[in-house]
């Protein structure tokens, strides 16, 4: 009976063998604490090993909201750096990187329908708010002639 | 039979009338229920209450669950908007949720206090009987941590476990009861001393 109820909770066995150990499960007092048991196993062996491993975001949390905060760590780094070393570059002539225009790739068609659809759900709009949307929807070869 | 089908097979019985299958489904749920409230609750005793009000707020709405989604993902939703109710009337500010709100759950009744759901004390893991899993399996043979392993931690089928092992899958099947059950055998006393208390 045990050994069934382990293998149920592993979604191991078949319809009429699992059908037969839920039955158990309910008349048997020594089935239910096994299955108490088994599950409390589990459950230590998983939180054991979060506790050691390095905590991850949560799998559904935006990017934007992961990122934030390594970006807030990473200009507090880069301006004590500037701070620390500002002499030194003041007797430097300021060089502007020359910024290349972006490669501008049209999305298909299809696509505007789906990324307007979803463009809620992405989390660039949250650091560019309205910008993926109108470049979403505006489709110069659908605009009607002014 | 997969675990969707279990806990439905045990909602149909709880719903039936069943109370120990609901029981098992606490059992099986409780922990995972309570960690998750843990993230928006820090006090402890406060998450267990809070964990217990899910579990009986589920058991109070089951009768209009249809199994449209998986019994855990209903349970879900439950605990967070218990979780949020309980915060927002402590006056502090509710978790920024991104989940869909519980309505298919809140058509329960308000009625008397359901006092046979054995629930234990505290739904979370003493230290004890952290460190007696951690340091049992430890010591179990070298087969039997290993299928143990694969099959609680990485969460591995029997049959991709039995790959790995390079054995057939009843020998895996037998290698994680026997682990569990080794396991078990240490815990009992600690499990039974906790079911003997009560409120």
């Known amino acids: ?146 | 039979m997969s675990d969707r089908e279990i806990d439905s097979q045990l909602v149909a019985r709880a719903q039936q009338g069943d109370k120990q299958a609901f029981s098992l489904l606490v059992e099986k749920y409780q922990r995972k229920l309570t960690r998750l409230l843990s993230r928006f609750i820090r006090d402890q005793a406060e998450v267990e209450d809070v964990t217990q009000e899910a579990f009986i707020k589920a058991y109070r709405a089951l009768p209009a669950f249809r199994g449209d989604s998986a019994f855990y993902t209903w349970l879900y939703r439950i605990g967070i908007n218990t979780a949020k109710n309980y915060l927002m009337a402590m006056g502090r500010r509710a978790p920024t949720s991104t989940e869909v709100e519980a309505e298919d759950a809140e058509g329960f009744e308000e009625g008397e206090q359901l006092r046979d759901i054995n629930t234990p004390e505290s739904v979370l893991l003493s230290n004890e009987i952290a460190e007696t899993v951690t340091s049992t399996i430890e010591q179990l043979p070298d087969e039997l941590r290993r299928a143990i392993q694969m099959r609680e931690i990485e969460g591995m089928s029997y049959e991709d476990i039995a790959q790995a092992m390079d054995c057939p899958i009843g020998t895996v099947r037998s290698r994680i009861f026997r682990a569990r059950e080794a396991v078990a055998e240490k815990l009992r006393p600690l499990l039974d001393t906790r079911k003997d208390k009560r409120w």
């Open chain 1, 1 to 146: 009976m045990k050994e069934g109820i382990s293998a149920l909770m592993d979604g191991e066995l078949g319809g009429r063998e699992a059908a037969e150990a839920i039955a158990g499960l309910t008349n048997d007092a020594q089935a239910r604490d096994a299955w108490r048991a088994y599950h409390l196993i589990g459950d230590a062996m998983r939180e054991s090993r979060s506790a050691i491993a390095p905590r991850r975001p949560a799998a559904n949390a935006p990017r934007w909201r992961v990122a934030l905060p390594a970006m807030a760590i990473a200009a507090a780094v880069a301006l004590v750096s500037w701070v620390a070393f500002a002499p030194v570059l003041q007797s430097q002539p300021p060089q502007v990187a020359e910024a290349k225009p972006a490669a501008i790739v049209p999305p298909p068609r299809a696509a505007n329908d789906y990324l307007l659809a979803h463009q809620g759900f992405s989390p660039r709009v949250a650091l560019q708010g309205m910008a993926i949307y109108v470049r979403t929807v505006s489709d110069p070869a659908e605009e009607p002639h002014r």
